[in-house]
């Protein structure tokens, strides 16, 4: 017996896209709020245009937000896939 294949309807063999959003849409989410909490020190990172010291410690900061949330986002896709392995 074959493994039952992810994202494709049984009958048809085409793709099912209501699953494919349902699982794209809370990985879209998660990749939206990292992105929109290190846009706060990128833009705290323009005012301080003058002063370069405060720019690089704010710049560093939007970057390290972005690496933690990238990291995020790879162990949910991971955790999510192994989960829907099992089913």
Known sequence: MS???LFIE???G???ATRVL???IPIA???GLFVAVAFVPFAFSIVFAG???MRLLFTVLAQFV????AGTVLLYVITRAVRLADE
């Open 3 to 5: 493994p039952s294949r």
């Open 10 to 12: 049984q009958g048809t």
């Open 14 to 16: 085409e793709l099912d």
């Open 22 to 24: 349902a699982e794209a």
């Open 29 to 31: 989410k998660l990749v």
């Open 51 to 53: 002063n370069s010291a």
């Open 66 to 69: 972005l690496a933690v949330g």
